[in-house]
Nanobody
Framework: QVQLVESGGGLVQAGGSLILSCTASSLRFIISGMAWYRQVPGKHRELVASISDIGTPDYVDSVKGRFTISRDIAKNTVYLLMNNLEREDTGVYFC????????WGQGTQVTVSS
């Protein structure tokens, strides 16, 4: 089964930046269309950014202009650059395919303090 490993989270002040990385054990996943999801306690896992099989990015309105999703196919890795972080961005971030076909990893915790 394809493994997904997220990293790069941490504690940051509001207005700061973080770069998350997601490495997949299969190139097939990276080129199929990937997404970053955020989960906060008591809420469903929410898709916040995606990159299609042809590399087209898309974002939920709350992160547009602040987050950038990208990928490095040679490294089987998808990134999420998060700028101008807000408290509402706090949560555990996961990566998976857009259709959620992969096994969920551990995620990486992002905590934004005011």
């Amino acid at each position: 089964q394809v493994q997904l490993v997220e990293s790069g989270g941490g504690l940051v002040q509001a207005g700061g930046s973080l770069i998350l990385s997601c490495t997949a054990s299969s190139l097939r996943f990276i080129i199929s269309g990937m997404a970053w999801y955020r989960q906060v306690p008591g809420k469903h896992r929410e898709l916040v950014a995606s990159i299609s099989d042809i590399g087209t990015p898309d974002y939920v309105d709350s992160v547009k202009g602040r987050f950038t999703i990208s990928r490095d196919i040679a490294k089987n890795t998808v990134y999420l650059l998060m700028n101008n972080l807000e408290r509402e961005d706090t949560g555990v971030y996961f990566c998976n395919t857009i259709s959620r076909t992969g096994a969920w990893g551990q995620g990486t915790q992002v905590t934004v303090s005011s």
